[in-house]
């Protein structure tokens, strides 16, 4: 062979060589990853060629599914009282993807998990058809309900956890929307899916408010100061006079004073009246005295800044780790930059409520097969204990005061002991927005604490001066709490 044939064939060889590779690496390394690719057309369509399995509440499933025409996509979901559950469900939409349970569980739902080969196998054998599984959910039908229609026209959220387990119960939010609008890819699910869209609509009713918005907290973050303050043995009596003066002038400032709402009288008043009446002063004073890394570490323990996964992912809660002395006093009284979904609030009261041990907050306590045959279950795991129970105890008797005789007496149930911490939240600039209406809860019987509550109400078509956490968020946890002891 000539040099120059040689060289053509030594060039040809490594080209072979050089594609051989190329092949082996895309089916032995990226096989998988251009399998799921969300791009990969054939994706969607394996999910939707067959019937997805069922959501399930209270051994009913809220979602179904049925089939269509006229596409590639044999079936598409559906969705019973879609706007109650989108918050919980998400969509499942041929056209715009999954979210929320739709899409952390969707190879459950698809029938495609790996922990789903010994029944696909047996459908494969028997020649039925392959079938999703089904995901059955914590949540509490009548709790769901009491929170969605409390909220009403409202814009808002409601969470609602059972303390003892974790488990979550309730998660609204509003305005909502119906995934079943979106679900298919025609055009008028195209349509459905743009007006939806917080460019085409200011109340942005895909935004999930009870496990992705952050507010300002205001009041309700008064607790966690005062579980910080006993844990740090600050105060050891919770009807002992605190050492506050009024006006509380915030520390290295030009005397900017941190006023209390109405005038109220809270010189030297005990904690328990502090948190009664809500002093800004003691709980600003607490906080500023304790220091930002004790405020911080306590924070943390009770879940700010860091996601949940639920198993649905959670915004972090936010308690700043760059404050000054000034700001760390704002911060204690749930202003400054703190900001906390209303998740993270329920998790609060859900904390105390169980003698200070937090529970991971979970809302999917099974997965099944199309058989119905178990595939895991998710037991109840602590979090973290943010509290002693002594002082988790010497907090319920402050809430349950609040609830008694103080700002929450909307929340009252008779024959049932309820503990809470109203909070109306100021923002915008110079506090120039309308200030949003919280309300954070627990209830308990004699065989313990199955329900704590957090409510925030957006209402800006109220009068400023007429919104309170009491008025407007306490009656609404008051009916959830309700719907779970069956009142």
Known sequence: MNKPLRRVAIFCGLLVLALLVRVNYIQFVQADELKNDANNRRVTINQYATPRGDILVDGKAITGHTETTGSDFKYKATFKNGKMWAPVTGYASQAFGTTLLQGVEDKILTGDDDRLFFTRTVDVLSGRQKQGGDVVTTLNSAAQKAAFEGLGNKKGAVAAINPETGAILALASTPSYDPSSFAGNSEKDSEAWNALQKKNNPDDPMLNRALRQTYPPGSTFKVVTAAAALQDGLYDDIDEPTDSEVPYILPDTNNQELKNEGGIACKNVSLREALRV??????????????????????????????????????????????????????????????????????????????????????????????????????????????????????????????????????????????????????????????????????????????????????????????????????????????????
Not at 298 to 322: H, I, L, Y
Not at 449 to 477: K, L, M, T
């Open 278 to 487: 809500s002093c800004n002063s003691v709980f600003g004073k607490l906080g500023a005295t304790l220091g930002r890394d004790k405020m911080v570490e306590e924070a943390e323990k009770f879940g700010f800044n860091e996601e949940q996964f639920v198993p649905v992912r959670v915004a972090a809660s936010n308690f700043s780790t760059k404050m000054d002395r000034p700001q760390t006093a704002l911060s204690s009284i749930g202003q400054f930059e703190t900001a906390a979904t209303p998740l993270q609030m329920a998790m609060v009261a859900a904390a105390i409520a169980n003698d200070g041990k937090l529970m991971k907050p979970y809302m999917v306590s099974e997965l099944r097969g199309s058989n119905n045959k178990l595939v895991d279950s998710i037991s109840p795991e602590e979090l973290s204990q943010p509290l002693s129970a002594e002082n988790a105890q010497k907090l319920q008797q402050m809430m349950e005061t609040v609830v008694q005789s103080g700002t929450g007496t909307n929340a009252q149930i008779p024959g049932v002991t309820v503990g809470g911490k109203t909070g109306t939240a100021q923002h915008g600039v110079d506090n120039s927005e309308k200030p949003y209406a919280w309300f954070i809860s627990y209830a308990k019987t004699d065989s313990g604490s199955p329900v704590a509550v957090a409510v925030v109400v957006e209402d800006a078509s109220a009068n400023r001066g007429d919104i309170s956490g009491g008025g407007f968020a306490a009656p609404i946890a008051k009916s959830v709490m309700e719907a779970v002891l069956n009142k």
